[in-house]
C-alpha cells in the first residue's frame, strides 16, 4: 500500500515473522548498522567531536549499543549511557558486549552544558509502557538543552509510537531532529507531539519488505492518493462545469468566517459562489465582488454543495437551515459552528449521519470531543482512533484537525496529512479548508479524496508562503487562498505531465 504507516501491534507481528527466518540477532545487527550510517549522513561525515549515545534497558537500548560500537569502530569518540535492565535479550546482551569491546567509553551521566556533536537516543521505543521518570527523565530533559542534533532511534524516546501522544501523565520525550524508523513507518511520527518530536522521519525496513503481509489501514497522505482527479479543465467549459458552492454562514458579527470559506472557494475554482447568510448579508465582499449574498432563508440549496458552519453560529434559525440543508441530498461539508450545533442536538446528529450526499466533516478536537461526549485532552491522546469513530459514528470522511491532520473514512482507513505548519494556527483557517474542500465536492470528488486533495493543498499553501517569508508568525488566513490556487494549478499541471 501507497506510504504505509503501522501500529505497534503490526510491527511487532512483522518482527516476529521476520525474527522466524533469521539468524538470531540479525535485526538488531541492521538496525545498528543502518542507524550508524545514518548518523554519518546527519553529522555530513566522521566528526572531530563527541557523539553520545543514550541505551535504555530494552531492545531499543540494544540497537543503541550496536550504534555505539559501530561508530567508534569507525573511529568516532563516543560516549555511552547505559541505563541497564535486569534481563536484557540475548541480542542486547551481544550488542552489550560488543559496544564494551569497542573503543565507546561508559560514562555514568551527561553534565550540563555537554558539548557532544550529535545525541543517538536508544532509551526507549515501542516498548515504553510507562511515563519516563528517574534517570531516564533526567537524560531526556538534559538533551532537552543540548543545540547538536539528536537522532531517535526507532521513536523518539517518551512518544507513544501508535498515537503521537507524549506517554503521560506528566510524561516527557526527546526532542528529535532526525528519527531514523525501523520495520515500518508508524503514525505517531507524523501527529500531535509527534510533529514535534520526530524531526525529519528515515525509514529502514531493515531487509523485511516481503515479510509485511500485515494491511496497515493508515497511511500518510500525498498527492498519489488523489492525483487521479486532478483533470485539467477542458476548453469548451463554463462556470456551470465547476460547481457551486453555498457556505451557510454568516450571522451577525460572524461575517468574515464566512466570506473566507467563499473566498477559499473562488481561489480552488468553484464556477460560482454563494454565501447564504443566516443574518443581514453584506451588499457585496469589496475584494471579492464574484461572491454572490444571499438571504439563507430563501436560498436554493439543492443542487449545489452546501459549506455549512462557518460563522453559522446558534440560533434558532441557523438549526433550523442546518437541518434542512442535512435532510438535503448534495454534497455537504460540516464545519465550526454546525458541528457544535449537532453535538448539542442527538436528532441533528441522526439526520447527519443519515444523510444522503457525500460527507465531510471538518472538527478541531473541541470539536471532535463535543461530537464524541468527551473531552478534548481525551481526542488528543488517540487522534487516530477517535477520527476514526467519529467517521464510523456520523458515517462522513472526518478530517480531524490540529498539527498533523487526520483524515479518517467509515471503515476505519486513516491518512495522515504532513504538509502545514504552525502558521495556520490563527483564526479563519479553518474556514478556508472548508471552503476547499466545498469546492472539491462540488466538482464531483469523492469525499475521501476531496478531502485528502484539501488537507494536502491548505498545508503546503502555508508551506509556500512561509518559504516566501509569510509567516509562520502573522500569516493571515486571507493570505492562504492565492496560495492555494498556485499549489492547485502546480500539482494540475504536474498530474499533466506525468
Ligand atoms: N527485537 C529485535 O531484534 C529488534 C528490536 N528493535 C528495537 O527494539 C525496540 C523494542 O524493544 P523492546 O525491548 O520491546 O522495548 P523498548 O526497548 O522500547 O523498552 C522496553 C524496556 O523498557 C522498560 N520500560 C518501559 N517503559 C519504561 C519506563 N517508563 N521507564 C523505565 N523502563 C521502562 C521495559 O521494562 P518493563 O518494566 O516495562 O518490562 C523494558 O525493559 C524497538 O523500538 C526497536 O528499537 C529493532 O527494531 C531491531 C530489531
Ligand atoms: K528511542
Known amino acids: 500500500m501507497d506510504n504505509p504507516l503501522y501500529s505497534v501491534a503490526q510491527i511487532r507481528a512483522i518482527e516476529q515473522a521476520a525474527q522466524a527466518q533469521l539468524p538470531p540477532g540479525t535485526l538488531m545487527q541492521r538496525a545498528g548498522e543502518a542507524a550508524s550510517t ?84 536508544g532509551l526507549f521505543g515501542i516498548g515504553l509502557s510507562r511515563p519516563l521518570d528517574g534517570r531516564a527523565r533526567e537524560l531526556v530533559e538534559r538533551v532537552g538543552t543540548m543545540t547538536c542534533p539528536v537522532l531517535a532511534l526507532d521513536v523518539p524516546s517518551g512518544l507513544d509510537a501508535d498515537t503521537g501522544a507524549i506517554i503521560g501523565p506528566d510524561g516527557v520525550a526527546v526532542r528529535a ?3 531514523i524508523t525501523f520495520l515500518g513507518n508508524k503514525p505517531g511520527l507524523y501527529t500531535g507531539d509527534g510533529c514535534d518530536h520526530a524531526g525529519r522521519v528515515h525509514v529502514n525496513r531493515l531487509g523485511t519488505a516481503s515479510m509485511h503481509g500485515e494491511h496497515a489501514r493508515a497511511r500518510l497522505n500525498r498527492p498519489a492518493l488523489f492525483a487521479g482527479l486532478l483533470a485539467p479543465r477542458m476548453r469548451n467549459s463554463h462556470k456551470g462545469t465547476f460547481g457551486d458552492v453555498a457556505v451557510l454562514g454568516g450571522a451577525r458579527g460572524m461575517a468574515g468566517a464566512g466570506i473566507l470559506a467563499a473566498r477559499a472557494a473562488l481561489y480552488a475554482g468553484a464556477g460560482r459562489v454563494f454565501v447564504a447568510a443566516v443574518d443581514t448579508a453584506p451588499a457585496y465582499d469589496p475584494p471579492q465582488p464574484e461572491i454572490m449574498f444571499r438571504d439563507a432563508a430563501g436560498f436554493a440549496f439543492e443542487g449545489r454543495t452546501v459549506v455549512a458552519g462557518p460563522g453559522l453560529g446558534d440560533s434558532a434559525g441557523a438549526t433550523h437551515l442546518l437541518g434542512k440543508v442535512i435532510d438535503g441530498t448534495g454534497p455537504l461539508l460540516v464545519d465550526a459552528d454546525a458541528l457544535n450545533l449537532c453535538a448539542a442536538s442527538p436528532d441533528l446528529a441522526t439526520r447527519l449521519a443519515a444523510h444522503e450526499g457525500p460527507t465531510v466533516l471538518t472538527p478541531h478536537p473541541l470539536e471532535a470531543a463535543r461530537l464524541l461526549g468527551v473531552t478534548a485532552a481525551i481526542v488528543q491522546a488517540d487522534r487516530l482512533e477517535h477520527a476514526r469513530e467519529l467517521a464510523q459514528r456520523t458515517d462522513a470522511v472526518v478530517v480531524l484537525k490540529g498539527a498533523g491532520s487526520i483524515v479518517a473514512r ?89
Do not use: K, M
Open 410 to 498: 467509515p471503515d476505519g482507513e486513516v491518512a495522515l496529512n504532513a504538509t502545514g505548519n504552525p502558521g495556520l494556527a490563527t483564526g479563519g483557517t479553518g474556514d478556508v479548508l472548508a471552503g476547499l474542500i466545498g469546492t472539491l465536492l462540488s466538482q464531483g470528488w469523492p469525499a475521501w479524496e476531496a478531502a485528502l486533495a484539501a488537507v494536502w493543498l491548505h498545508g503546503a499553501a502555508a508551506d509556500r508562503l512561509v518559504a516566501g517569508g509569510v509567516g509562520p508568525i502573522g500569516l493571515t488566513a486571507g493570505e492562504l487562498p492565492r496560495a492555494i490556487r498556485a499549489e492547485l494549478n502546480a500539482l494540475v499541471s504536474d498530474a499533466e505531465q506525468t
Open 38 to 121: 545514518y548518523a554519518l549522513e546527519v553529522l555530513g561525515g566522521l566528526p572531530n567531536g563527541r557523539i553520545l549515545v543514550l541505551a535504555g534497558p530494552g531492545n531499543n537500548g540494544g540497537d543503541a549499543l550496536e550504534v555505539a560500537a559501530n561508530l567508534a569502530n569507525f573511529g568516532a569518540n563516543v560516549d555511552v549511557v547505559h541505563l541497564a535492565g535486569a534481563a536484557p535479550s540475548p541480542e542486547t546482551q551481544h550488542a552489550f558486549a560488543r559496544a564494551q569491546a569497542s573503543r565507546a567509553r561508559f560514562i555514568d551521566g551527561v553534565e550540563a552544558g555537554d558539548g557532544a556533536c550529535l545525541v543517538v537516543d
Open 177 to 179: 531532529t532526525h528519527t
